[in-house]
């Protein structure tokens, strides 16, 4: 298990990740949980993705707005 | 226009003497910018930067009340005199995220630091189409494609001209640019594809823009929003507060701005980015970012004062002390890189305020 806002081992919330949880008020995740890989991300209005090459998807969400949110086009 | 010769005179006497005297000071500035209808000194704007905004004065309704309070009120005055009720929503999308050579540095997309953004393509016209469209559901009538450049090459600028064109075709919104330091020819092009307005931001006053960047200078910045206004677009263009620099450099930057007469001005507020040498810095207070907010209304009163990047964490739960403290302009929804408030819940806070929203009325 990998910490989505540094990439340390651990999450936001264990000890040593005490900012971690603030940092993702804010920000999206920016290492993958599953194999602490950087993601990649890209933020919309609306939503954000934030992607894992290794684990080829989507990076589980840990705020609630993501790309699945945004609004179809037509 | 030339590139300003000058930092803006600055009569320590004088700033001194209405520093020590506010109510004099902001009574002046009401003056000036309510009853005359002028714009305030060089020597107010020092001042105003530079006053104890937590001393007190006595209110109209006999309850004292703080420099501060008074700045903001006058600002919402201001702002209503000046402008008008409306507030102005716009949304940004990062066309181009990071990789970017300069060395900003408050920023996050620099390929200069190690930061936690990871270089991302161009965005596709499907992307950008969709994430216009999410925005003018959320109220936004201006859309602005941001890109990590120094400035755009051929490629870019086609995907440019490409995007303005379709977002104009799909959506009834505004489109805006910013894609960094423009050649006159770049300029003429983009003014005759549609892009109705150029931002380019100062970020910093001259005096203090070298401790921010080495890889250009606010010479070249000003020289972009000079090929800007010639070409036809309208200016945006403002710049970060609390990024080291001190009051009177705030008041700097505002009156370089003035001199420019900005159609728009973002003000942001620093939001320290793990990895970029401002990553430890220390964000503004509330009422740091709030005394900003009047200044730069006091000293720009036509122009569209918007709220920007960092807004969430430097005012906190004041957001709505901006709205009448002087700011007649938000940006709703994530920023570049960063995640804002829900626009729902700034939509709700203007409602709840009771000021209108620029255009919200077409869409309902």
Redesign the interface.
């Given at each position: 298990m990998w910490c989505a806002a540094c990439g340390r081992t651990g999450s936001a919330g264990d000890d040593g990740h005490e900012r971690c949880t603030a940092?993702l008020?804010?920000?999206?995740p920016?290492f993958c949980t599953r194999c602490g890989r950087?993601?990649?991300?890209?933020?919309?209005?609306?939503?954000?993705s934030a992607t894992c090459r290794r684990c080829d998807g989507v990076h589980p969400r840990d705020?609630g707005?993501s790309m699945e949110d945004?609004?179809?086009?037509d | 226009m030339p590139v300003a010769a000058t930092t803006p005179e600055r009569n320590a006497a004088a700033v001194a003497a209405l520093v020590a005297d506010p109510e004099k000071l902001l009574r002046t500035v009401e003056e000036a910018l309510l009853d005359r209808r002028e714009t305030i000194s060089a020597d107010q704007a020092y001042a105003l930067a530079e006053v104890d905004v937590d001393a007190t004065l006595p209110g109209d309704d006999g309850e004292d009340r703080t420099v501060l309070d008074a700045m903001l009120d006058l600002a919402h005055r201001v702002r209503v005199a000046w402008t008008s009720e409306e507030v102005a929503l716009e949304s940004i999308v990062s066309g181009k995220t990071g990789g970017c050579p300069e060395d900003c540095a408050f920023c996050s997309q620099s390929s200069v630091f190690e930061t936690l953004v990871k270089p991302q393509p161009l965005l596709t016209e499907a992307e950008v189409l969709q994430a216009a469209a999410s925005a003018e559901a959320e109220g936004a009538t201006e859309f602005c494609i941001v890109y990590a450049v120094r400035g755009p090459d051929e490629r870019l600028m086609q995907n440019i001209l490409d995007l303005t064109a379709v977002v104009h075709e799909k959506t009834r919104m505004h489109v805006a640019v910013s894609a960094g330091i423009l050649t006159a020819e770049q300029a003429q092009r983009l003014h005759d594809a549609g892009v109705v307005k150029y931002n380019h931001n100062l970020e910093a006053a001259r005096s203090f823009f070298p401790s921010i960047a080495s890889t250009h200078t606010w010479e070249e910045r000003w020289e972009t929003l000079d090929l800007v206004r010639d070409h036809g677009m309208e200016v945006c263009s403002g710049g970060i507060v609390g990024m080291g620099e001190t009051p009177t450099q705030r008041a700097e930057l505002a009156l370089e701005l003035a001199e420019f007469r900005p159609t728009e001005t973002p003000l942001n507020f620093l939001n320290p980015r793990p990895g970029t040498p401002l990553g430890d810095a220390e964000p503004l207070t509330p009422r740091e970012a709030l005394h900003a907010i009047a200044l730069f209304r006091l000293v720009l009163p036509w122009t569209l004062l918007r709220l920007a990047g960092g807004r969430e964490i430097a005012l906190q739960d004041l957001q709505s002390a901006g709205l009448l403290g002087g700011v007649n302009g938000l940006i709703i929804g994530n920023y570049l890189t960063t995640l804002g408030r829900a626009p729902q819940d700034d939509v709700k806070m203007l409602r709840d305020l009771d000021i209108p929203v620029r255009g919200l009325q077409d869409l309902l």
């Open positions: 940092a008020e804010l920000d999206t920016r950087r993601l990649d991300v890209q933020v919309y209005p609306t939503g954000f705020r707005r945004h609004d179809p086009t | -």
